[in-house]
């Protein structure tokens, strides 16, 4: 049985794996069931399922799944690869939902706008189909949510636009872009005692927007802050990180794709400006920026609002790492677009088993994922969507900081950090 179909809007997209260098060491654990809520340490019981493979016999339970790839913009093209491999876990490992197959129907924005149309006409008007993961969607959001009407709740990961996160059907489960990014400020000027920050950042859609907020979230905390953005095709930096003051800032933010997190590394070290004041998103935590400094990332402060797959003091990494090493999928597991997926997949599991196959409905899945206060698989302890009012998709406003020490080691330098006081997401 094909458990993976693929709707090709306009011309066709293919699936772009995340190279990602392997980092994390994957840990046997006990298969005993967790006693009580905290890190999620195994999956058979957070999703409530029946250890082995899901009943091929029975009909699938299809879940769509849109993302933008296969064009020049591109966030997060490794999050297919984690929907698709944690599909594979659930139907191996976890007996499906209920016994039945998890399928999911992908669909692909690339550089136009009516793309998202497509997209949300296929899945509003699939029957099979009850709920929607949402990707790193930079492409055509707008007209897909146009599209799609309302009909069908929206489970993202971390979401990248306004208009994501003001969806009243939409449930990013690892934060908005404005929510995950604000404890930047909170890390400045409770750990770094920071006065002056400098953000650079590449003129793409959704890093621009983030770009925004991290300077949103420095300020509330009360940091003098400039913001520069740069040509993404440019090279030498100097000019962009000289304009905002990065060689005399207190912290320095890299917003950033992994083509900019390279060039922006070469050039901070070409000005002398190193050490724990380069604060980064996980963007920066791929392979290919590895790859393009030479074999190994940045020693820079990273922050994640996600489980790290290589910090070997969180238990929540241990059932993640050991997963992918029995699908054989190991070197996905530093993509922060891939541990997401596998979030919103386990929890999408989750409710459809809490509710129940037969019972399954848009609305049911929209009231039980809504009440749903965590703790969430590979994220946030807690959980509270629709927090915000600006912003009622953000379920998650908590980041966590760590230290990157070389080869594959990380240093854990804060637990889960929320945003300064005076931060609040604008919205749409």
């Not at 999956?43 to 016999?57: C, F, M, Q, W």
């Not at 497509?118 to 492409?139: H, L, P, T, W, Y």
């Not at 990248?160 to 996160?165: G, K, M």
């Not at 600006?390 to 406003?397: G, K, L, R, W, Y």
């Amino acid at each position: 049985m094909r458990l993976v179909e693929r709707i090709r809007p306009g011309r066709a997209a293919s699936v772009v794996g995340a190279v990602a260098i392997a980092c994390a060491i994957a840990v046997p654990i006990a298969l005993g069931r967790d006693a009580a809520p905290g890190p999620v340490k195994n999956y058979l019981t957070y999703v409530g399922g029946k250890a082995g493979p899901a009943n091929p016999k029975l009909s699938p339970v299809v879940i769509g799944a849109i993302n933008t790839q296969g064009g020049q913009v591109l966030v997060g093209p490794g999050w297919t690869n984690g929907v698709q491999t944690a599909v594979e876990y659930v139907n191996k490992y976890l007996g499906g939902v209920q016994g039945h197959p998890l399928k999911v129907v992908t669909c692909f924005t690339t550089s136009a706008e009516e793309e998202g149309t497509k997209c949300g006409q296929r899945f509003a008007n699939d029957r099979r189909i009850s709920v929607v993961e949402f990707g790193a969607v930079a492409v055509g959001n707008q007209s897909f949510y146009a599209a799609l009407g309302g009909k069908k709740p929206v489970v993202g990961g971390v979401m990248l636009f306004p208009v994501d996160a003001s969806q009243k059907n939409g449930f990013a489960l690892f934060g908005t872009n404005d929510s995950v990014l604000g404890p930047w400020g909170t890390f400045a000027k409770t750990k770094l005692k920071a006065k002056t920050a400098a953000v650079v950042y590449p003129q793409v859609p959704g890093i621009d927007a983030g770009a925004k907020v991290e300077k949103t979230s420095l300020e509330a905390a009360g940091i003098s802050t400039k913001l520069v953005g740069f040509d993404p095709n440019a090279t030498d930096l100097t000019g962009p990180l000289t304009a905002a003051g990065a060689q005399t800032a207190d912290i320095v933010v890299p917003q950033s794709n992994a083509a900019g997190c390279v060039n922006i590394a070469k050039t901070l070290d070409q000005l002398g400006v190193k050490g724990s004041k380069i604060v980064s998103n996980p963007l920066c935590l791929s392979g290919e920026v590895a790859a393009g400094l030479g074999g190994d990332l940045a020693p820079w402060v990273y922050g994640i609002a996600s489980t790290l797959a290589a910090d070997k003091t969180d238990p929540a990494a241990v059932p993640f790492n050991r997963a992918l090493g029995l699908l054989h999928q190991s070197k996905l597991a530093s993509d922060a677009w891939v541990i997401v997926a596998w979030g919103q997949v386990l929890t999408t599991a989750k409710l459809i088993n809490q509710i129940g196959v037969a019972k399954l409905t848009p609305a049911k899945f929209t009231t039980a994922i809504r009440a749903f206060k965590g703790p969430q698989a590979l994220g946030a302890p807690s959980l509270q969507c629709g927090k915000y009012k600006t912003e009622p998709a953000a379920c998650n406003d908590q980041t966590q900081f760590f230290q990157y020490m070389g080869k594959g080691v990380f240093k854990r330098l804060t637990g889960w950090l929320r945003p300064p006081a005076g931060f609040t997401p604008e919205g749409s």
